[in-house]
């Protein structure tokens, strides 16, 4: 049998099944293809696979187009971690909105607004005082930003 020069799908496909310990049947029955349709990229006799096993082992395993299509870029998609700090901070920010949203325009349409008593304007005080504490932080500001 004659050995056939390595193409860049070749070298794809040995990266592949050396990063998921995968061998050519498990890629062909995830591409959803014969054995020998995947053994043809993998030796090089194909150079030009079928996009739809290309794109159906993308999703698969979650590999980038442009790295599976044209070797550039990272293999793997970016994915995107949901991380707990964010998440608590985007709450913060919402909650914080809703609750100036709530003190300036929590009164009812027609209301007459007079003068603040003491305490009403302690309180006013504290909580803009807090506030701008709180979005000076690097981080919400970071939240505020985007």
Do not use: C
């Amino acid at each position: 049998m004659e050995t056939q020069n390595k193409t860049g799908f070749s070298e794809r496909f040995e990266q592949i099944k050396a990063r998921f310990r995968l061998k050519n049947r498990d890629l062909s029955r995830m591409a959803e293809v014969s054995d020998t349709a995947i053994n043809k990229i993998v030796t090089g006799a194909t150079e030009s696979p079928d996009v739809r096993t290309l794109t159906t082992l993308g999703k698969k395993l979650n590999l980038s187009a442009e790295w599976l299509f044209y070797g550039e870029g990272p293999m793997i998609k970016e994915e995107v971690v949901e991380d707990n700090s964010l998440k608590k901070g985007l709450q913060l920010r919402d909650e914080l909105i809703a609750q100036l949203q709530k003190e300036l325009w929590g009164k009812p349409k027609g209301a007459i607004y007079g003068p603040l008593s003491n305490d009403e304007l302690e309180y006013q005080t504290r909580m803009h005082d807090y506030l701008l504490s709180v979005f000076q932080q690097p981080f919400m500001q970071s939240i505020f930003l985007h």
